[in-house]
């Protein structure tokens, strides 16, 4: 495509010519899809199109996920990008842009219908064993293990939770995994959390942080409660959690590529305006980070701060 | 005693004057009450040619059903000098309810729906009775029901959405269209409906009066022999309808119960309400006032969004908004 | 007490009796062994001092509280009323002393509350309701407008709401707590004329008043009540009100305080040119001077509470000068005004005076607050506290201590608080509205000679009251007031009761000559609208 | 003569002893306050053995600094009978604006901090103006600037959070301990510090006096000669200090201002005012009530972790603990 750049510029009434992409996505506030955002934007000043990011503040939000669906596609964009948060919710809007010929891309997890041209995703129930791998491995396969995990309900949640402890089900007999908690990946809450369970369980030997405000509310929560020699593992990647590697508070973390996703997804959809083909499935893949590796270029161009 | 007459004449002369063009100008005010709505709307109509369609329209309208439905049950509530925060949690665990009356239990869609709605009501006597017979502050007696709700939607449902698939026609309480292929979805009928026997029940009926009476001197009406103990409680029930049919609503909006859903929801709701002109100190409300609340909220939320305004920005002109129109509308009623 | 079938005869059992009644409160005996009887087609008065338990009896009959102790009988027929409503059932109808209206809702809407006649099987007809209501007013000659609300109306006006109200039920017993405080003279001519017509063979009265003169015009008996006691009861024809009074405070009352004569040739502090209001007054002009006590005398919504507010800027003025000391000043709100050491003391104790939720003490400090605080703004508490104690003291407001809620007080207590509350800040001009509104005769005394005390220190007061004698009594010159305008301006030595009234009616768009006749015609205070606006006439 | 002074002598003896009891029952209730509290902080100790340990109440008080910092200044706007809905994501904004002090602006730290603190009083100024100069209702007023502060936190930030690293000395604002060695966080000391302030403040200012005022009757208090606007506008710029002092102290905690944050922490909040007693119609109140209320709440929160009560009851049970707490302490304000 051309090189013109500002094309993310958001201003209404924007030129025919510059195709619009209209992007809801199941968060907004939240670092992890800040990435995505700015990796979406990147790519679309790249391409010459011109998008526009919106997200629930929770990801309990069904219904206001929809309305914001149902005013993407009155606004007649080129293409859509959209994360579901419950796919049958937006099935109905889904034909609806099917019939406007507006292609969908999907991204972050999969929506449950064929109308998408593609999923550009991260399998997040393989990303939490690889993390339930890891722990297993720092802790010698045996010890108590909580859990801090930001959501009971929503997708990435249950997946994260249920990825982590099949695996450890699996794989792990000596280990002991508690019941887990929900912080609502709150970093204040989440610390609380982990320090409440620290006290009810003294002989805690790991913690598994779900996502962003978990981990970093498990480390500050670990931090805050004097004790030493727990093993934390996190998930996505701040600046607090790779201080936390750094220093050794926390063992390492995955991170998911969300630069990558919201690119893959700005690709894909220019891509399904021009009417080319693409494969069904984008894997934007999780890679393990840790104190060895997390200098590496590979993994830095990964984390997003 | 003759001059005295000639006073009281006169002055029940000024009185009544008084009182017609008074009667004149409270009519004008209602019409009035549309200004900020209106004017909103034409904001956006100017600022996005996709603002001003009839299918844009629509989605307002329909964005509008469940945050309106669980407004117009607590404008009595509020109307009363109560709260109730228990609306948006309460909505969820009706939700659920109705997945389980439906899909787990099996009963016939009406059946499922009604006895979601009655769900509902239960939640409100709940809530009534702790208010109007145990004296706990209403504040604190719906913020402990909310906390209740959110709860029992997750532990009810065990965390999962429960999906109406099978239940044929249940989506289309919300979704589906009356007059078949206009595209107009029910819960806008419904809203509608609702809206206007709700207004017809607060202005020429009983529970209306007495909501009135109760909220602007709840001692006083006592004292009038009125059971405000049973009225209070009458009118929480009353609301938690709403917040059965709310529940009902969004879950087939969204084909499914969402458990986990819900928070946040009440205050947009005591916002439209309170956007609306009733004073949360009891005694002053309208339902029409309510409406135009609810749709000042979602035009905006949606013009917002159809104007490509980013994300962040959307928040500080939401509020700006909000504060002008109020004080557009305080400003008016003042002169 | 001779038996006979409850209610056939005359002679036979009393219509309502009271026996061996007591009630506790909290550190107060409220009433002790009370006893009371109201007879077939009688208005029986019952007079006390403040906090003597009048209010707290009357509580008893209508189910509000319940007795420690003691029986009721009605018609002969023990009862025992424990909610409101079942004394209503019973026929007893009650007009409390503070207000029990509902100030969202119409006067109409006030009136029916709970019997509303309706329209069909679920839905009320407000036509009917403001048609009965009208009715009502008209047959009562009260100038309401049904549709007005009732948090739009004077002080006045609630009250004859509420007596409107106690009236629409079937009442065979009807208890007035103090149905006067707040009405003219005039105003209560008319009530009384209402009573007389009210009272039938089957029917009685109970009437509490503070205004001693207006029993003998109105009560055929009088129960005297003394700290919860009673003392008496006496044909008022047989007695001298002298001899109440004395019943009532247990000792006779000598002092007649009455100001010195006019004093022209003190300075004027304050001079008020032309002052309107949107809504009532018209070009209101006056002065008052040093050490003045200026009564303010007008039919009800003459204006009179209008021109306090305007003073202390609670309202807005239209047009008009105020000047303080020669100077002109503008008096934004009432911090302004205070600032200016004006301060004013409203009419409706109630809404504008009273914290009702908070202590004695918090109440009559409230106005000291900043002057009794540090420069770090720390209030000196033991100060304040000194200051309530020695008002509470010297205004004799019976409580248990300067800690009691001010809801708790009596009547006419509450109303000795807000006197305080002015009373503890040194203010150079006081308007008090209604200032003894719900106070008893031996209490008046005593604040009589505090305004004297005041006036002789130098201080300017403007008494606005409803209660002409004391008008007369009190001030040295007096303003009368009609339909927002000054229409006339006495002397203390040519004032009288005939004088004031003169002037109180004289309409300003009317020849005074023709009053008489116009008066003369049967009274409409329902009339249909005529699009006349008021005082327009004369307002060019 | 004899009679009046036999009375006078009876009154005044009757006063005195009145006067006695009931200051003596004041003091009993205030000290069974705290009822509730202890028994739910008896029952969790008998519950579980890890429930009363040194470090679980260190625990529990650092979890109380941000909602009980929040709640106290709340406490001093809701007895004036109005509400502040701005104070969680004012906190957020007033977090993100002392990353913006420190960390962008390189300020000293106790500049910034400061700055930040009076940035909160910035935005309770702005709710202040608008509730009584320009007349707005609070709960919209304040829920505008709600909305407005969210919306300001993200943009400012640009979406992402302010870290402290280089910041010497910032964190240990929460997570340090005064005593070396002794592990007490410091917020909690800055808690105890600011209650007692606002404990002195509330009871012994002026401006205490007229919030108690100004909540008991509005009117009045203005026709006693007292500036309500500018009272109301002082108190709510001074509880916005509190919402910059909890924007401090949890950025301090976390390391970082969190720019999304904040939601939800005011119902929290007013939850805690209200179940200290503290009445939403205002003129009633008081700090140590409020401080309790936060206890219960996170002792609550806390025990209900540590006995290991799955999640999704945990709501389900504090909803109906605060219900009965509020209740037991209705029921002995009665007797
Ligand atoms: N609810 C209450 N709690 C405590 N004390 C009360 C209460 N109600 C009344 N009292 C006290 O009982 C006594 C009698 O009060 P009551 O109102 O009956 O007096 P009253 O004769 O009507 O006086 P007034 O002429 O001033 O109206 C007063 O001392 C009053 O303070
Ligand atoms: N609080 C109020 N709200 C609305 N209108 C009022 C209020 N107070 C007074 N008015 C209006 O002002 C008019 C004049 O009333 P005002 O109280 O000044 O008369 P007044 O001479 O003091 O008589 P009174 O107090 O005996 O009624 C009334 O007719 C009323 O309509
Ligand atoms: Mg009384
Ligand atoms: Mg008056």
């Given at each position: 495509g051309s090189s013109s750049s500002g094309g993310s510029s958001s201003s209404g009434g924007g030129s025919s010519s510059q195709p619009y992409i209209a992007i809801v996505s199941k968060g907004f506030q939240q670092e992890f899809w800040q990435a995505v955002k700015k990796g979406a934007e990147q790519e679309a000043a790249k391409e010459g199109a011109r998008i526009t990011f919106v997200g629930p503040p929770t990801e309990a939000d069904v219904e206001q996920q929809i309305n914001m669906l149902t005013d993407a596609l009155a606004k007649k964009p080129s293409a859509l990008g959209f994360a579901a948060l419950d796919s049958k919710a937006a099935a109905a809007l889904l034909d609806q842009a099917k019939s406007q010929k507006i292609p969908v891309v999907a991204f972050d997890s999969g929506v449950a219908s064929d109308i998408p041209v593609t999923t550009a995703a991260t399998d997040n129930k393989a990303a939490a064993a690889e993390a339930a791998t890891h722990m297993a491995a720092l802790l010698g396969g045996k010890g108590t293990v909580a859990m801090v995990v930001h959501d009971q309900t929503s997708r990435s949640g249950i997946d994260r939770r249920d990825g982590f402890m099949e695996w450890m089900k699996a794989n792990a007999p000596g280990i002991t995994v508690l019941a887990p908690q929900y912080g609502g990946g709150d970093q204040a809450k989440s610390a609380d959390i982990t320090k409440s369970i620290i006290a009810s369980h003294p002989d805690i030997a790991g913690i598994f942080g779900s996502n962003e405000g978990s981990a970093v509310g498990a480390i500050k929560g670990v931090q805050e409660s004097g004790k030493h020699g727990i093993t934390i593992v996190g998930f996505d990647s701040t600046k607090a959690q790779i201080d936390a590697i750094k220093s050794g508070v926390e063992a390492g973390a995955i991170t998911q590529n969300p630069i990558a996703i919201g690119e893959q997804l700005v690709k894909a959809a220019m891509k399904a305006i021009r009417g080319e083909s693409l494969p069904?499935?984008?894997?934007?893949g999780f890679y393990w980070y840790d104190k060895s590796n997390i200098d590496d270029p590979k993994i830095q161009a990964l984390l997003y701060q | 005693m003759a001059t005295l007459m000639a006073t009281l004449k006169t002055s029940a002369q000024r009185l009544v004057t008084g009182g017609v063009s008074s009667a004149v100008k409270d009519r004008l005010q209602q019409s009035l009450a549309f200004a900020s709505l209106i004017v909103i709307f034409a904001f956006f109509s100017f600022a996005s040619p996709d603002f001003f369609t009839y299918s844009n329209i629509t989605a307002i309208l329909f964005s509008t059903v469940v945050i309106g439905t669980l407004a117009l049950g607590t404008t009595f509530v509020i109307i009363t000098g109560g709260i109730d925060l228990s609306i948006g949690t309460g909505m969820a665990l009706c939700a659920v309810m109705s997945g389980v009356f439906i899909v787990n239990i099996r009963l016939p869609v009406g059946v499922g729906v009604l006895s979601a709605i009655l769900f509902g009501g239960l939640i409100g006597l709940v809530n009534g009775f702790n208010v109007a017979v145990l004296k706990i502050p209403p504040f604190i007696a719906t913020l402990a029901m909310m906390l209740v709700a959110q709860g029992l939607a997750l532990v009810i449902s065990h965390s999962t959405p429960i999906y109406f698939n099978d239940a044929s026609g249940y989506v289309a309480i919300s979704t589906g269209n009356l007059i078949p292929g206009v595209n107009f979805p029910n819960a806008v009928v419904i809203l509608a409906v609702v809206a206007v026997v709700s207004a017809v029940l607060l202005k020429k009926t009983v529970l209306g009066r007495f909501a009135y009476s109760i909220g602007s001197n709840e001692e006083a009406t006592a004292l009038s022999g009125i059971n405000v103990r049973k009225w209070k409680i009458i009118v929480y029930a009353f609301a938690g309808l709403f917040i059965g049919l709310a529940g009902v609503m969004i879950s087939a909006r969204l084909g499914s119960a969402q458990p986990a859903t819900g928070m946040g929801y009440e205050l947009q709701a005591i916002a439209a309400v309170v956007i609306g002109g009733?004073?949360?100190?009891?005694?002053k409300g309208s339902i029409v006032g309510t409406v135009i609340g609810a749709l000042i909220i979602s035009v905006l939320n949606n013009g917002l969004q159809i104007t490509s305004i980013p994300q962040e920005w959307q928040n500080v002109i939401l509020g700006g908004v909000i504060l002008i129109a109020v004080y557009a509308d305080i400003i008016r009623k003042r002169t | 007490m001779t038996t006979t079938v409850a209610g056939q005869t005359l002679t036979g059992a009393p219509l309502l009796e009271v026996e061996g009644v007591s009630k506790s409160f909290p550190g107060v005996k409220a009433l002790s062994d009370m006893r009371l009887d109201l007879r077939r087609g009688e208005v029986l008065a019952l007079v006390g001092e403040n906090g003597a338990g009048k209010s707290t009896l009357m509580k008893l009959l209508s189910g509000i509280y319940t007795a420690d102790a003691g029986q009721f009988r009605l018609n002969g027929r023990p009862f025992h009323a424990t909610k409101p409503k079942q004394a209503l059932e019973l026929g007893i109808s009650i007009i409390h002393q503070d207000f029990n209206l509902m100030p969202h809702l119409t006067v109409a809407q006030n009136i029916f509350i709970g019997r509303e006649p309706s329209a069909g099987r679920f839905l009320l007809s407000e036509r009917e309701l403001n048609a009965k209501a009208k009715d009502l007013v008209a047959r009562l000659q009260l100038p309401l407008n049904v549709k007005q609300l009732v948090g739009n109306l004077t002080v006045a006006k609630q009250q004859m709401v509420e007596i409107a109200k106690a009236l629409s039920?079937?009442?065979k017993v009807l208890i007035m707590d103090e149905p006067t405080a707040a009405l003219n003279y005039a105003e209560v001519a008319t009530l009384h004329e209402v009573i007389r017509r009210f009272v039938r063979e089957d029917t009685g009265v109970i009437y509490i008043s503070h205004r001693i003169d207006e029993l003998k015009a109105i009560a055929d008996r009088i129960t005297v009540i003394r700290d919860g006691k009673y003392v008496d009861t006496v044909d008022t024809q047989a007695t001298s009100m002298k001899e109440v009074i004395s019943m009532m405070v247990g000792r006779t009352l000598t002092s007649d305080a009455r100001p010195e004569g006019v004093r022209s040739d003190r300075e004027v502090l304050l001079s008020v040119r032309g002052l309107s209001t949107k809504s009532l007054l018209k070009d209101v002009s006056f002065e008052l001077r040093k050490g003045e006590i200026l009564g303010f005398a007008g039919l009800m919504g003459a204006g009179r509470t209008e021109v306090a507010r305007a003073l202390v800027g609670a309202d807005k003025i239209d047009t008009g000068t105020i000047e303080l000391r020669g100077k002109t000043v503008k008096i934004a709100n009432p911090a302004v005004a205070a600032k200016h050491r004006i301060g004013y003391l409203s009419e409706d104790r109630k809404h504008f005076g009273l914290l009702l939720e908070q202590d004695v003490n918090a109440n009559i400090a409230l106005s000291s607050v900043s002057e009794l605080s540090t420069k770090l703004g720390f209030v000196k508490d033991r100060a304040l506290r000194a200051k309530s104690e020695e008002y509470v003291t010297s205004l004799k407001i019976k409580t248990p201590s300067i800690n009691q809620t001010t809801k708790n007080l009596s009547g006419g207590n509450q109303q000795k608080v807000v006197m305080a509350k002015w009373l503890v800040k040194d203010c150079d001009i006081l308007i008090f509205d209604e200032p003894t509104r719900g106070i008893d005769v031996g209490a008046k005394e005593e604040i009589y000679g505090l305004l004297n005390e005041l006036a002789a220190q130098g201080k300017s007061i403007i008494m606005i009251s409803s209660e002409l004698p004391e008008v007369l009594r009190m001030s040295h010159r007096i303003v009368v007031m009609c339909e927002g305008r000054v229409t006339g301006l006495l002397d203390a030595d040519e004032a009288a009761q005939e004088n004031v009234m003169h002037y109180a009616t004289l309409r300003p768009d009317e020849n005074p000559a023709d009053a008489p006749e116009l008066g003369a015609?049967?009274?409409?205070?329902?009339?249909e609208p005529t699009p006349e606006q008021p005082g327009r006439g004369a307002g060019e």
């Open positions: 069904k499935f984008i894997n934007t | 009733t004073s949360l100190s009891g005694g | 039920y079937d009442a015609e049967p009274p409409r205070p329902e009339a």
